[in-house]
């Protein structure tokens, strides 16, 4: 693998370096011996050492150096490795048709699996099914797990371009792929999220049906009482909402409530009508 790697960039240049001034050097000498056969004969002595040494230096010193670059960037993916798999953000691998490869510490505690565990995603996520695994570019999915819910952002990661950085395998066009997913936890943020809807306000119109009968039914004397009764009945009920309520006219009451009492008041179906509907005075 070692005599595959190949050095390049600026790094070739410095070590190549001294073998060009070489040869430039032995073009120098060509031409000293047009001026003088005894100087060119000193200098191709020096020449012929130098290239001799220089070429000694470089073929014991390029297998030095390239096992040097070898250590080093073994120990630097190890190091990302050990990042990734301390990373706090749940961070799995998967084949192509979602069977787990790989999972980092953070998903291991979220799913409650060890890191030997090799089932497909499915078998954790329900609602991520085979159709969802096949797509083209990145996708993400809310999904729900033990009470939390989480943001699944999937990735798709080309094995024939890691192939083309390795030395050690050859690429046959293969066209196969892995798929990287990394959970967010969403929780507190859709709690926050749900509070501030159930916070926001709501108003209504509250019409008193039948009431000018219901009036006339009633002696004279007692129609205010019955009146008086209504509004405290009503006012009484949308208060214990944490509601405001304003009569604007006689049968009819403007009321402000927040949209957690409005679902309170739908799922008692809204049972004030009952209550307005018991209001007596002897009959």
């Known amino acids: 693998m070692k005599q595959r790697v190949k050095l390049k960039g600026r790094l070739k240049v410095y070590l190549q370096g001294a073998l060009i001034l070489?040869?430039?050097?032995?073009?120098?000498?060509?031409?000293?011996?047009?001026?003088?056969?005894e100087s060119g004969l000193v200098l191709t002595v020096f020449v012929v050492f130098y290239m001799v040494a220089i070429s000694v230096m470089l073929y014991h010193n390029k297998p030095i150096i390239m096992n040097e670059f070898v250590s080093f960037a073994t120990q630097y993916g190890q190091i990302q490795r050990r990042l990734l798999r301390d990373l706090e953000l749940p961070h799995v691998l998967m084949d192509e048709n979602g069977k787990i490869i790989w999972m980092n510490i953070a998903f291991e505690q979220v799913v409650h699996k060890d890191k030997g565990y090799r089932k497909s995603i499915t078998s954790l996520f329900p609602s991520i099914t085979k159709d969802k695994l096949a797509f083209e570019q990145d996708v993400q999915y809310e999904i729900t797990f033990e009470e939390h819910d989480y943001i699944m952002k999937l990735k798709k990661i080309s094995i024939q371009e890691v192939l083309d950085k390795s030395d050690m395998i050859q690429n046959d066009d293969f066209e196969g792929y892995f798929i990287a997913a990394y959970l967010f936890d969403q929780t507190e943020l859709n709690e926050v999220k749900r509070e501030n809807d159930m916070q926001s306000l709501a108003i209504g119109l509250i019409y008193l049906d039948n009431y000018e009968e219901a009036l006339e039914s009633v002696e004279e004397v007692r129609r205010s009482l019955l009146v008086a009764l209504i509004d405290r009945r009503i006012n009484k009920y949308i208060t214990s909402l944490d509601g405001i309520v304003k009569k604007t006219e006689k049968d009819k009451y403007f009321i402000v409530l927040r949209k957690r009492a409005l679902l309170a008041l739908q799922e008692a179906r809204f049972d004030l009508l009952e209550d307005v509907k018991n209001v007596n005075i002897v009959n």
Do not use: K
């Open 22 to 37: 070489g040869i430039l050097l032995a073009a120098v000498n060509v031409g000293i011996y047009f001026l003088d056969i």
